[in-house]
């Protein structure tokens, strides 16, 4: 059997499998179950994070009396959020990464709010 015949062989036994019945409906509770944040997805977004970048920060050598350590980020915009009442901050580092950083409506008015006070008056 030649490369080409094996592909299409391949692709018609998944379209047999995905046609029957018990295969929609695996592909729909896997879909949900995905969608739904595990326990794990939780810890890690509200918890571990921040202790990790915390810890990591606190690794840093800084003189006597200056302010704690804090991350650098070349850039800063506001997108909507998936989760109704929330706003998503993200921040671009020098390197290309983008940290998502989601919170409420109310912090994020009380940041927009807190960047006009500290910002420049032109």
């Known amino acids: 059997m030649t490369t080409s015949s ?4 391949t692709a018609s036994k998944r379209a047999k499998k995905s046609k029957s019945g018990a295969g929609g409906i695996r592909s729909k509770a896997a879909a949900a179950k995905r969608s739904k944040r595990s326990t794990t997805d939780a810890a890690i977004a ?3 994070a921040p202790a990790v970048a915390i810890a990591l920060l ?3 050598e800084q003189a006597p009396g200056a302010p704690a350590p804090s991350l650098e980020c070349l ?3 506001a997108a ?12 671009l580092f020098e390197n290309g990464a983008v940290l998502p950083v989601e919170m409420s409506h109310a912090a ?8 006009a006070e500290e910002l420049p008056k032109k």
């Open 6 to 9: 094996r592909a299409a062989a």
């Open 46 to 48: 509200t918890e571990l």
């Open 58 to 60: 606190d690794k840093t």
């Open 75 to 77: 850039a800063a915009g």
């Open 80 to 91: 909507p959020s998936e989760t109704e009442g929330k706003v998503r901050v993200q921040l």
């Open 108 to 115: 994020g008015a009380a940041l927009s709010k807190g960047l």
